[in-house]
């Protein structure tokens, strides 16, 4: 059964992280996680997700559903960003001091705030500042 929580993150991670290495997914959906512990963000999956601005596919102007994205190699993207889902939400995170990332392609006028936790396919990974 998909529960509300499961198929938010499952599609943040379908959506933010589905062309990435299978650790760069994982780290997508600890970010995620992490902010719902951390007092600055949403208490939820859902509200985290959905945060104004803060996760790029819920304001592209293209469709949130993974289910719209039909060709062979979605269908697989969506199968395993919901068995991930499923995983971390069972077992927790193996990183609870990630909080942000952003695309190799970027430079977001907060990154100089967090210190730099690591590189994993396009993405990369800060933690807060010590």
Not at 92 to 105: A, K
């Amino acid at each position: 059964m998909i529960t509300p929580q499961l198929l938010c993150l499952a599609t943040a991670i379908f959506f933010e992280a589905r062309g990435e290495p299978i650790d760069g997914q994982e780290l997508v959906a600890n970010v995620i996680l992490n902010r719902v512990e951390h007092s600055s963000y949403p208490d939820t999956v859902c509200g985290v997700v959905n945060q104004r601005k803060q996760f790029s596919y819920t304001h592209d102007g293209m469709s949130d559903n993974p289910l719209d994205y039909k060709d062979y190699q979605d269908k697989i993207a969506w199968e395993l960003s919901k068995d991930l889902a499923k995983d971390i939400l069972d077992n927790g995170v193996f990183n609870p001091y990630i909080l942000m990332y952003h695309n190799t392609s970027v430079e977001p006028y907060w990154s100089s705030s967090y210190d730099l936790s690591g590189v994993v396919g396009e993405h990369i990974f800060y933690k807060e500042k010590d």
